[in-house]
């Protein structure tokens, strides 16, 4: 038998060029593709010019009240436009305060919220309790004031006592001009404070807050959850190493907006709080002010003069928001929600 050798067949060499240079990729966007995105950037310019409107308008309204008072607008604690002896030292306290109030209240009520919905809740009522809590959300500001008002006002009472009695020691939670240990002492000197303002406040931002966290942490990822389960976590645990960490941008985010909604409100705190111009440091005694309610207080009765200072502590109050709300973004940005967001 004969065997029959063939010959090594030669495949020619691809050309030098072709081995060096990578084959382009391109994307032809359509023409609705186009459209949205031109959308979207004309919405994103659209927010940011109004935003800048509003700084200016304030700025212009203000500026007859701001070149009056100088740097003593910070520091001046009365409110006398016409005399010119004004400041926002005593309401910018009095907002601070109500809305540190109100953050502390409603920060931890929403995380458990928030995390009984998604982690713990029963499939058959997790969209019922989701949908409770997005319609407290859209509760009118008018209906916690009257509810703050002639509801909590009256029942808080000995709950501010136990704590002036109890936590005294602690200056915010002092009451001057009262006896906590005397039973006949009058509740009035714990009424319309600081306190319940921030209280109000608190179940008006709590629902807000929730929602985005809520949101957030359903977003954590299945495959880490369940890594986490079968390598012997709890529940506990999994949530502890997996879910909060996760979505500590939306807490944090969360925090911020409910933080934000606290510093602006306005209607609620107008109906509950006593409008006293002084920094009030004490939190459960009576009198207090803010911003928002001061401007809600005076706007019908000012003068043209007393209206441009009214403008003023708008635009101070303006400047604050945004410089809370960009801290924010930038915590936000950094954690893992909010960088694949």
Not at 46 to 58: H, K
Not at 115 to 127: D, M, N, V
Not at 178 to 193: C, E, G, H
Not at 311 to 316: K, R, S
Request: proline share 5%; hydrophobic share 50%; net charge positive.
């Amino acid at each position: 038998m004969s065997a029959t050798i063939e010959a090594p067949r030669t495949v020619p060499p691809a050309a030098h060029h072709d081995a060096d240079v990578p084959r382009r990729l391109g994307t032809r966007r359509s023409t609705s593709d186009r459209a949205f995105r031109a959308v979207l950037l004309c919405s994103g310019v659209a927010v940011l010019a109004i935003m800048g409107f509003v700084g200016v308008f304030l700025l212009l309204r203000a500026w007859d009240a701001l070149s009056q008072a100088g740097w003593g607008f910070l520091t001046t604690q009365a409110w006398e436009p016409d005399s010119g002896n004004f400041g926002i030292a005593a309401i910018l306290v009095g907002t601070i305060l109500i809305a540190t109030v109100a953050v502390v209240v409603a920060v931890p009520l929403a995380l458990g919220v928030a995390l009984y919905i998604s982690e713990y809740a029963p499939t058959r009522i997790k969209q019922s309790l989701v949908s409770i809590v997005d319609l407290m959300a859209a509760i009118p500001s008018v209906v916690f004031g009257l509810w703050g008002f002639f509801f909590l006002q009256g029942r808080i009472t000995d709950l501010a006592r136990w704590l002036s009695t109890t936590f005294g020691w602690f200056p915010p939670f002092q009451v001057p001009g009262s006896d906590p240990s005397d039973p006949l002492a009058t509740a009035t000197v714990y009424t319309s404070s600081t306190f319940i303002a921030g209280l109000v406040v608190a179940m008006m931002i709590a629902p807000v807050v929730a929602s985005i966290m809520r949101e957030v942490f359903t977003q954590a990822p299945v495959g880490e959850r369940e890594g986490a389960l079968a390598l012997g976590s709890t529940r506990w645990g999994m949530i502890r190493r997996v879910v909060l960490p996760y979505g500590k941008g939306g807490i944090i985010g969360g925090t911020m907006l409910g933080l934000g909604r606290a510093l602006g409100e306005t209607i609620a705190v107008y109906m509950i709080i006593s409008p006293v111009f002084a920094i009030q440091w004490h939190v459960l005694a009576n009198g207090g002010s803010s911003v928002s309610s001061l401007i809600a207080l005076r706007y019908g009765e000012s003068t043209p003069f007393g209206m441009s200072a009214l403008m003023a502590a708008g635009l101070a109050l303006f400047l604050m928001t945004l410089v809370i709300n960009f801290a924010a973004s930038s915590v936000v940005a950094r954690s893992r929600s909010g960088a694949s967001s």
